[in-house]
């Protein structure tokens, strides 16, 4: 069956289910010339790294589990390969042209991650438009998908939520959507945390690899890793 079938356990679970995906679809991809989809992909890729690492620094600094990895999910560096399947337990992920992670609903707000994923966008000069969009789900077992909402089907659905065919759906699960009350002080403070733990980690590898003979900046260092993923996923 397709996952628009399971659209009534999408809206019903908007309040209270256990689970939140984001997902960060590139704009405009199937217009794209080839080189300029290569790039878009390759920034996609980019930052979702750095929004994934931001929840992690976040999450040791609050001593509260906010990304899934605690229920054996991996990222895509612990396969020799990331399949393109929405069954497949990576997180973060790829599929197509959106990239995207899960976090426990509750734990940090929308807005937060959204900040975050922007805020990662502006310093790394990065012009990609993308769809943002984020949707609640009740399990990670496919078994468990005809009673609750699962996983595979709230990654295609909020992927595609942008599109004028789901407008009314987006309006039904926005009017839904519980309102976290986080204000201005707190966000600003998660966001404070998680950026100063990255820039930490940054600066200690930039001094680390200067002390052993290698001479380069922070510039540099901020870019090694993403190099990494983009060769493995053989994007470049």
Known sequence: MSYIEYNDLLVKCQ???LFRVFTFDIVGSRQMEEQEAIKAHENAI????RLYQDLNYLQDELCEQILIDDLGFKTPLDGENMPNDWQIPY???MIG???GLTIYN???SPQVVNKLFDLNK??????TEFHKYDVVYETNKYEEGHDKYFRGYAIHMSANMHKKDNELLRWKVNRLKSTMLFNE???NRYMELARKKHQSAVEKATSRL???GIETTREKVLSLSNVRWILWMNIA
Request: glycine share 8%.
């Open 185 to 187: 002080e707190a966000m």
């Open 91 to 93: 997180d973060w992920f």
């Open 210 to 212: 200067n002390a052993s």
């Open 46 to 49: 980019i930052l979702i790294e």
């Open 106 to 108: 509750g734990t940090v």
């Open 122 to 127: 502006k310093e790394l000069k990065i012009d």
């Open 15 to 17: 309040n209270d289910g």
């Open 97 to 99: 042209d959106t990239v």
